[in-house]
């Protein structure tokens, strides 16, 4: 079993910046993906990002691509989730997610473990 755990959420204004982290535990070795996830009121859940645990490769959303970064830090078993220019369409519940295989699939459906999630308001 993988267990994650995300922070950094919060309040902030619109054009700032927020950071998130995901701490991941237990069986961290079978992890080979992460990847960010969100969820805004009355959406369906929408893939943000996905890194490699190892590799380093990095794939993002079209749309968000150029104001989200994603990154690890291996010796932590983290990940992060560097947003600037925040929008108050980014409002929404932000997940973590696992996958066992290097895939850096899209689609939540893929991923088999799954944080708790944070809350990230941008008010304008």
């Known amino acids: 079993q993988v267990q994650l755990v995300e922070s950094g959420g919060g309040l902030v204004q619109a054009g700032g910046p927020l950071r998130l982290s995901c701490a991941a535990s237990?069986?961290?070795?079978?992890?080979?993906?992460m990847a960010w996830f969100r969820q805004a009121p009355g959406k369906d859940r929408e893939f943000v990002a996905a890194?490699?645990?190892?590799?380093?490769?990095?794939k993002y959303a079209g749309s968000l691509k150029g104001r989200f970064t994603a990154s690890r830090d291996n010796a932590k078993n983290t990940v992060y989730l560097q947003m600037n220019s925040l929008k108050p369409e980014d409002t929404a519940v932000y997940y973590c997610?696992?996958?066992?295989?290097?895939?850096?699939?899209?689609?939540?459906?893929?991923?088999?473990?799954w944080g708790q999630g944070t809350q990230a308001t941008v008010s304008s």
């Open positions: 237990g069986r961290t070795f079978s992890i080979a993906t």
């Open positions: 890194i490699s645990w190892s590799g380093g490769s990095i």
């Open positions: 997610a696992a996958d066992p295989l290097a895939r850096l699939s899209a689609y939540a459906a893929d991923y088999d473990y």
